[in-house]
């Protein structure tokens, strides 16, 4: 086991390409501004595709009534 060094040639997240600093710096830390957008909108859809109805329905919720007779306090007049 060695300890982490920083990596002295980073690959592009996108297409694994190595980056030998003749890049456009804004880009980094993707090879080209081709694969920092394709890897946005990678996320992008990413998030688009997650279902956000799959809620996991409690049928306990429906059920049970707010004030119910077990509180006390429920019909007490102001
Ligand atoms: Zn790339």
């Known amino acids: ?27 980094r830390p993707f090879c080209s501004t081709r694969c920092r957008l394709l890897d946005l909108w990678g996320w992008f859809s990413e998030r688009h595709r997650i279902p956000v109805e799959q809620e996991p329905a409690s049928p306990d919720d429906g059920a049970r009534a ?13």
Do not use: A, F, Q, Y
Not at 10 to 20: E, N, Q, Y
């Open 66 to 78: 707010p004030d119910g007779p077990e509180n006390p306090w429920s019909d007490r007049p102001d």
């Open 1 to 27: 086991m060695t300890p982490g060094e920083p990596p002295i040639h980073p690959s592009c997240p996108t297409c694994g390409k190595v980056l030998d600093g003749s890049n456009d710096p804004r880009d």
